[in-house]
């Protein structure tokens, strides 16, 4: 039953147009319409449902052929190879062309004598005849692993009254079948032989030859049949002439069969300009004294002058071979030594007791002057100083035969300077360097980007180098060689210093602009 009073309240709470407008009509959520009225709107609204996960897979076999086979895809692909193999034969073709255009020495194949070290024998080498013989055929194994290559034998053959008839051989080295035997032996132990003719009037009473005397050609066919592998002669002597040397060569050429059958002509320089030949390749090897002869020892200024001019004035028409000639102090020994070995060309080492195996070392240069009964200390630092030579010659000789710059590089003489140690310095001895010349002589042996730094201190001071002389150098290297063989490892120009009379060997690092 409608109360009345409650139709009215509602009634009068009503707009005026609230039928118009559907007033109590819409239904809110939650509100019902009218009697008898339907729901129009849910009381909840669902969520919708998530649709299932897509699950990724790869293509199949089948399927990738069939896109990989798609016309876009498959030139894009032909493109990516062209190009990897355009870039490819690019940077070769470029690489080629570098090495191609990149600036190399080109090594010139030497000859035996080149790659040779010389043992020149003195005639009074020992004991007499066959003693002597022995003496020497025992030492040739020995001579062989020191690096030598070739003996000299000088005082061969009398002076008269035939002074090439083939049984005049001299006391001093024995008889036919001795010299024989050393020959033999010499060819056992891989040492070639050269005789010395220097200063024998081979053609008699000092004439001019005109051609080949029967008695000339006899003698030096049997010497080349017993396997002698060439002659030295002097610059003076009559057969040093073009007309001579060219019927020696056609001899020679009988015996020449293999490169290193090759027999060989050696002319020693005893005056101070080699006459010059027209035709150069008669002569093989010209052997040159690094110091002048003199009757006493020189000065160590004499020494610097001599070597001075000798590093700036090579002659490199033939090969030289060097020697060191004249007597010089025994302190300057070593340096000499290392000079020697490390100048372009092939040494010629004179008889010096220090590398026979048979003697207590003497270190007078060119002479023996053994004393008897000296006391033992003496005889120690005389076996020492002995045993250090040996070590020096075999580290040289050793460093030579491996490295190109050493056997065939360049040669650069550097104006090095020096600051002089004063707290070393002997003020009796400072007038020994002289102002015109620098205080310490070097050079550069060079082949390709290998570097070899000849470093001499002639002088009885310890100097320090100043490599703003030198700046394209680099400024470390390590140690090859030393006078005193107590240079080890890497080094810095910088910091080196060279004690008195000392000579070093550097291999430098890096190449620098000398070359």
Known sequence: MEHPEETDT?????PLDAGDTGYGSVVGPGLLGGAGGSETAPLLIPEPEPEPAVRWQPLSKAELQAVAGGPWWRRLRCYLVLLFWMAWLAILATSIAIIVTSPRPVATPLRWWQKCLFHQ???NMGAEGSEGISALCEQLPYFKS???GALI??????????PLNVTATGGSLGTLPQIQHLL???NKAGLKVVLDFCKLDLYGAGNKPTNLSAPVENSLQFWLEQGVAGFAICDTDAAYSEKILLEWRGLFREFSTQEEEERIVVVKQTQDFLPALRNTTLVDVVMRSILPSSQQPLS??????????????REEDTWPSWTIGGEAPHELKNLLLVLMMTLPGSPTVQYDEDIDQTQNGSLNIGSSHRQKNEPSDTNTEKEKARRAAVA????????RAREEALLYGSFTFLPFNTSTNSSSSSSSNSTLASPSSPTILAFLRSWGCVHFLVLLNLWPEIHALDPAWAPSLPEAGVFVSSTGMNRLGSTSLYTLELQPHEAIVIKLFEGGSYS
Do not use: Y
């Open 184 to 186: 033999a032996e010499s």
């Open 10 to 14: 509602l009634t009068d709470r009503m």
């Open 300 to 313: 160590a200024q004499e020494v610097a002058n001599a070597i001075e001019t000798h590093l700036l004035t």
């Open 392 to 399: 020096l010659f075999t580290s040289l000789s050793n460093s």
């Open 153 to 162: 034998l000088e005082g061969l053959f009398h002076k008269e009254p035939s």
């Open 146 to 148: 020191l690096g030598i």
């Open 121 to 123: 024998l003195q005639p």
